[in-house]
């Protein structure tokens, strides 16, 4: 599945993230750098989500970063350490109780949107709590194959993949890893 978003080396990324204002280091386990797409093309999964394990690329997948139609939060960029949790030592997260997820779990800067003009267009306000703005797939369908191409109403602020069966897989690689950071950054 293709997406709006240009294709970067490993290094690019990493430099970039690295020059950030607010970057302290990379972490050794998996984390995921999420690149917002430019173009926002509305109701399409058009950004994506990179996951390193320390500085090595292991894979790379298409979601999307930004509300979807009816929702109302936009997640800043910049790094968020340790916001999300896969493990409890127990069992995988749920969002909503119905699909495995990384789950948030401390605060995360955001911003509302609240226009139906078809783009992301936050306020300038910016609010710092937790309201499960989850990282989980475009479906309920544990077992299902398909590559959704539209939002609908799987994000409202949740940073949401499309590719169900690669979601799995990102899934298998964070069900021990504890506490995970994200990094989320504008296409540059």
Known sequence: MS?????????????????SKDFKLIPENYWVLGVRSNEDENNKFDDKFYVFKGEKFIM??????????GGTAVM??????EVYLASDGVKVRHHRDKAPCL???????????YTNDL???????????????NFHPASYDSKSN????NIG?????????NDLKKGREFLKLFKDNGHTTYCLINEF
């Open 153 to 161: 109403g799987w994000s409202h602020g949740c940073q949401v993949w």
């Open 76 to 81: 800043e960029c910049g790094w968020h350490y």
């Open 103 to 113: 789950r948030q779990v401390k605060s995360i800067p955001y911003r509302r949107d």
């Open 3 to 19: 997406t709006n978003v240009r294709s970067y080396t490993d290094k690019q990324l990493l430099d970039f993230v690295k020059s």
């Open 146 to 149: 398909l590559i959704k191409t």
């Open 60 to 69: 790379v997948m298409s979601g999307t970063t930004n509300k979807g139609n």
């Open 119 to 133: 783009k992301t267009n936050p306020t300038t306000d910016i609010f710092t709590d937790i309201i499960h703005m």
